[in-house]
């Protein structure tokens, strides 16, 4: 059962422990506790994530408003490249509403500028379901890779893209995931720096749907040279009695590495290098029935095991508003953005329409080495 504490003072300050929600003025802890019944968090807490605080709502920064989505990688040339939906981007902003635009963020997160980028074999219009939407980003050795929903024009299947020339030109595949609505990918350091191993990975919530809540989330790899090449995807199957991953080409045997029913829907993953953590960002807005939360969780592995670091269905002690509100629709820590000891991170997130960014200080509590990072094509164990 998850205990939740209300602030008594007003400071800002949110931390998290365990899982649960704390908003805690820096000298006093409130101690009147609330059953979260149904709202769970699905997973146990971190033993490495003790707790994290949350810089005061007042300090969030928010550029090209009218503007979200924003699924974000770190590129070649030191910047980050993300991609905006629903919006005409940063300032000054392009003439026509889009539902898929691209950016260049340089610098840092304190003080960063957005800088569209026009591409007219990329972008897209179209309100909705209607217009396709990018749902990941990725740079692998100097190709920007780019995940696109609602290929089918009505909120369902995903496609891939990819720029040689940092998102002014795009190529598209002849080939698209009918049973994937919202698929993401693993994001490691800069130009894919320090990946696992030679492969790719994708996540996404287990249903052909961009707008409804699924039960869990499935699990694709790619060797990192045939990211465009339909044939050499594997799906994650199970584990076997061994505890060893197992994998299947065919994509109807895919099994599930999270399961959060209900709650499944925009979602992003990154590896926090010095805590040696993968980071899940999880959103479900209810809009079929299921849940409408934001949640983070980690793990040592890509495919788990899970464990809880933050789950809350409030927005600075309110209920989640409806739209475009509080945490937004969606969510990511972009790798650049984390810090040399993987303590502070800041969110990237579509609250009130936006380019948001917040803060976010963790607190450890456990000791994990992280893994040996080395060049794509050479796996490392």
Same mark, same amino acid.
């Given at each position: 059962m998850a205990a939740w504490r209300r602030l008594r003072a007003s400071t800002g300050v949110a931390l998290t422990i365990a899982g649960a929600l704390v908003l805690a003025d820096k000298t006093q802890l409130g101690?009147?506790?609330?059953?979260?019944?149904?709202?769970?968090?699905?997973?146990? /807490?971190?033993?490495?994530?003790? $707790?994290?605080?949350?810089?005061? &709502?007042?300090?969030?920064?928010?550029?090209?408003?009218?503007? =979200?989505n924003w699924p974000l990688t770190w590129a070649d040339d030191g910047h980050l490249y993300t991609a905006y939906g629903d919006g005409n981007g940063f300032e000054p902003k392009v003439p026509g509403k889009l539902s898929l635009g691209f950016a260049r963020i340089v610098g840092g997160p304190d003080h960063f500028t957005g800088i569209n980028v026009h591409s007219a074999t990329g972008e897209q219009t179209g309100d909705g379901p209607r217009g396709r939407k990018a749902s990941g980003m990725l740079m692998v050795e100097?190709?920007?890779?780019?995940?696109?929903?609602?290929?089918?024009?009505?909120?369902c299947g995903s496609r891939l893209a990819w720029s040689t020339d940092h998102a002014r030109t795009w190529q598209w595949a002849d080939w698209e995931f009918a049973?994937?609505?919202? /698929?993401?990918?693993?994001?490691? $350091?800069r130009n894919y720096?320090? &990946?696992?191993?030679?492969?790719?990975?994708?996540?996404?919530? =287990?249903?052909?749907?961009?707008?409804?809540?699924a039960d869990a989330v499935v699990l694709a790899r790619v060797p990192g040279g045939r990211i465009a090449d339909r044939g050499a995807y594997e799906f994650f199957r199970s584990h076997d009695e061994a505890g060893q991953t197992t994998w299947t080409a065919d994509i109807s045997r895919r099994?599930?590495?999270?399961?959060?029913?209900?709650?499944?829907?925009?979602?992003?993953?990154?590896?926090?290098?010095?805590?040696?953590?993968?980071?899940m960002t999880m959103r479900s807005r209810g809009q079929v029935g299921g849940r409408n939360h934001f949640s983070i969780y980690d793990a040592p592995?890509?495919?788990?095991?899970?464990?809880?670091?933050?789950?809350?269905?409030?927005?600075?002690g309110q209920s989640i508003p409806a739209g475009a509100g509080g945490w937004g629709e969606a969510q990511h820590f972009p790798a650049k953005w984390i810090s040399e000891d993987g303590l502070t991170l800041y969110l990237v997130f579509s609250g009130d329409d936006s380019f948001s960014v917040r803060r976010m200080d963790l607190v450890g509590g456990g000791t994990v080495e992280p893994r040996e990072a080395g060049p794509i094509g050479a796996r490392r164990h």
């Open positions: 101690t009147d506790q609330v059953t979260a019944g149904s709202s769970d968090p699905p997973y146990p /807490p971190s033993p490495v994530i003790k $707790g994290i605080v949350w810089a005061p &709502a007042e300090s969030i920064v928010r550029r090209a408003q009218g503007s =979200d100097g190709v920007l890779y780019m995940w696109v929903r609602n290929a089918d024009g009505a909120g049973e994937l609505g919202y /698929p993401c990918f693993l994001n490691f $350091g720096d320090g &990946a696992r191993d030679e492969y790719v990975y994708t996540y996404s919530p =287990d249903t052909p749907s961009a707008y409804r809540e099994g599930p590495v999270f399961v959060l029913p209900g709650g499944c829907n925009r979602m992003d993953v990154v590896y926090n290098r010095p805590l040696g953590r993968y980071l592995e890509p495919w788990g095991p899970w464990t809880t670091v933050f789950y809350t269905e409030e927005w600075e």
